[in-house]
């Protein structure tokens, strides 16, 4: 699942300037400006990593109102207080439901080196207590280079991750995976993040396990011949984690319908899908965009996330149809579809976001993407553990099921398309179940109690 990262760089905060900065193609075409037409492919010459993420603003010594944002760059920007709002979290907190007692497994190549001051300051911004992050290194995770493009890329996507899940689940504990090898198309760094899940949950550690990275179902060795062993041969941990309980969720990408190819220098002009998304073991989180005032209240209901990038969605080339959809098999026919649920993800919508492991670029962030989307539901599934008392577990059969109840939680998105800027013909969203934002979003006042009532996990 690879990404077109872009990056809307102000340089110094007070100088007010702004210029459109291209970075590498990352996983999938994910972040983009909104004071831009829509970004291009850039071509490249070597394997790059899989991270289905975006960044936009950068180095901004303290983050902007939401009408400030759109005043100065043309997007609007949100803070974890307006996400709360805007998915009626509060009275969760109120009532004690914090995630206190649960724990989130985040997975990332390298990780980043100040990933805990960042997520202090961040709370610390936000009027939020923080939480100490406790790193699990897997390998010989080299020294983080802040001028080597990968783990910068990756650092980005790890405080994202961090700060997204922290900002729905305060009080859970997060364990952040950082592996040795960086993840990109095909199989290469698959297995030792695969490994590492695995290792975590035969040792009981974790409850969710958030996944913003993957790579697109094409480009596993044996596909174009029908042999798909690649990719079952890496199911191990996933297959562990239903034995054991534990939910597992996956960013659903950001190319719309289609993703990069194998060589890394373009893109399907068809439309292709993303492992582990795809995968039936996996809960795949989509995109939306929320439409929100200053104080976090909707002003529009969600729409589907495309803009400069958009949610990935549609059907697997590798796995059937799974039970879970039966009831949707005139949107997905014969075989799996994606995504299943969705939360916010979009560029002109983006997240304020702290980091400081790039020297040349201290400060806040506007950053999007499903790479959002997958940590922040991953915060709603440890709500969920939380009132359940145990963990939820494989939670698809659950989401389908509350989605045909009007008091569930679960919200639909009728609005928009995820065609991807590739020209690929994407889906539409329409009422009920599609393609675009698969069941659609959440009222987590609602919802995470009904979860913790139709799941039976570990």
């Known amino acids: 699942m690879r990404t077109a990262r872009i990056r809307l760089r102000t340089g110094a905060a007070a100088a007010g300037v702004t210029t459109l ?75 004690g439901v914090t995630g206190k007692g649960r724990t989130i497994v985040i997975v990332d190549s ?11 300051v961040y709370s610390k911004q936000f009027g939020m207590k923080s ?50 090898v960086a993840e990109t198309e095909g199989v290469t760094g698959l297995p030792e993040m695969m490994s590492a899940e695995k290792s975590l949950i035969d040792h009981g550690v974790g409850d969710v396990i958030t996944q913003s990275f993957g790579a697109t179902e094409n480009t596993f060795p044996g596909f174009d011949k029908g042999d798909f062993s690649s990719i079952g041969k890496l199911r191990y941990a996933f297959k562990d984690a239903a034995q054991h309980g534990v939910t597992v969720l996956a960013s659903s990408g950001d190319g719309g319908a289609t993703d990069s190819t194998a060589d890394g220098k373009g893109y399907y002009k068809k439309r292709v899908n993303s492992w582990p998304s795809s995968d039936p073991l996996v809960t795949s989180i989509g995109g939306t965009q929320l439409h929100l005032d200053d104080q976090g209240n909707r002003t529009a209901p969600e729409s589907v996330y495309n803009d400069n990038g958009a949610g990935g969605g549609g059907q697997s080339h590798v796995f059937g149809r799974p039970a879970f959809q039966n009831g949707e098999k005139k949107a997905v026919g014969t075989r799996r579809g994606t995504p299943d649920i969705s939360m916010a993800a979009a560029v002109n919508g983006g997240a304020w976001v702290y980091s400081s492991f790039d020297p040349t670029a201290v400060g806040w962030d506007v950053s999007g993407g499903t790479s959002e989307a997958s940590p922040l539901f991953s915060g709603v599934v440890a709500l969920a553990d939380q009132v359940a008392g145990h963990r939820v577990g494989d939670i698809d059969k659950a989401l389908y099921t509350l989605s045909h109840r009007p008091s569930s939680g679960i919200v639909d998105v009728n609005d928009g398309t995820n065609n991807s800027y590739q020209g690929v013909t994407g889906y539409t969203a329409v009422n009920g179940y599609d393609m675009a934002t698969g069941v659609g979003t959440v009222d987590a006042s609602r919802f995470v109690p009904a979860l913790a009532r139709a799941s039976h996990g570990g």
């Not at 760059?73 to 009532?95: E, S």
């Not at 390298?110 to 202090?120: A, I, R, W, Y």
Request: aromatic letters at 6%.
């Open 21 to 95: 900065v291209a970075a590498a193609v990352i996983a999938t075409p994910l972040s983009g400006s909104a004071t831009a037409a829509p970004a291009q492919a850039v071509p490249q010459t070597k394997a790059v990593p899989a991270v289905a993420g975006h960044q936009l603003v950068s180095g901004v010594s303290s983050p902007l109102p939401t009408q400030q944002c759109q005043a100065k760059w043309k997007i609007a920007c949100y803070t974890p207080v307006q996400y709360r709002q805007a998915y009626h979290l509060n009275p969760l907190y109120k009532a």
């Open 110 to 120: 390298f990780g980043s080196p100040t990933v805990q001051h960042d997520l202090d």
């Open 131 to 180: 939480a100490r992050v406790q790193v699990e290194k897997w390998g010989h995770v080299p020294k983080f280079d802040p001028k080597n493009s990968d783990m910068t890329g990756w650092a980005g996507e790890t405080t994202l991750d961090v700060e997204m899940a922290h900002a729905v689940a305060p009080d859970a504990r997060i364990v952040l995976v950082e592996t040795a």
